[in-house]
């Protein structure tokens, strides 16, 4: 399992990503800016954890040819579309000698579909869904999005959640993923939202006491 945490919220008409901003490599921290949640098309974002390299160019590859669909077709592909497009690549690739060590979250919007979370594992399985993560983190957070999310969720309530998630993640987990960046994909497209770092959590929340 991945020393990163990408964490996915859909709401009825919006679907929200956070991912921490740690890079390491094995028990080396090197830095802490580095995004992990990529843009594919107007209405499609994807966030990865895995091995560097294997995000960055399977991520592009993925962004490449969606955008090379709109090209030809005119229209953008819709999260569904793009999320069995991104699973049959993923699974193909693992039979051969290029195999990509990723896990994804793809989130988008559509207007006749509209919003849309599918999980996508290393093996290439894919299943949409409500709310979802990947990585050390998101063992903390299953519990916490199983009991507070519900389907009328507005988009303040979702970062709320996801504060949540952060709050314990970063009061029980050993490593050290202290700033989380947040994106919205609706039908206006996608957007950033204001970090969850501890400058944005009151410090009597993340102390270590229950």
């Given at each position: ?24 490599k094995s028990l080396v ?13 107007d209405f499609n ?166």
């Open positions: 399992m991945a020393m990163e945490t990408i964490l996915g919220i859909k709401g009825p008409d919006f679907v929200m990503l956070a991912s921490d901003t740690m890079q390491a921290f090197m830095k802490d800016d580095q995004s992990k949640i990529h843009r594919l098309s974002i994807m966030a990865t954890v895995g091995d560097g390299g294997d995000t960055i160019q399977f991520t592009d590859f993925i962004s490449k040819n969606l955008h090379l669909y709109k090209i030809s077709h005119g229209y953008h592909l819709s999260a569904k579309s793009a999320a069995h497009f991104t699973r049959k690549t993923l699974a193909d690739y693992i039979r051969t000698n290029t195999r990509y060590q990723v896990a994804m979250l793809l989130a988008g919007y559509d207007a006749v579909e509209g919003p849309d979370l599918h999980y996508i594992d290393s093996y290439g399985a894919a299943q949409s869904i409500n709310h979802a993560g990947h990585g050390w983190g998101s063992m903390f957070c299953g519990s916490i999005l199983q009991r507070y999310w519900n389907s009328k969720l507005s988009q303040e309530d979702a970062y709320s959640l996801m504060k949540k998630c952060v709050l314990e993640i970063q009061r029980r987990l050993i490593i050290n993923q202290r700033n989380f960046e947040v994106y919205v994909v609706d039908s206006k497209g996608m957007r950033k939202m204001e970090a969850i770092n501890p400058g944005s959590l009151n410090k009597e929340s993340i102390s270590l006491s229950w």
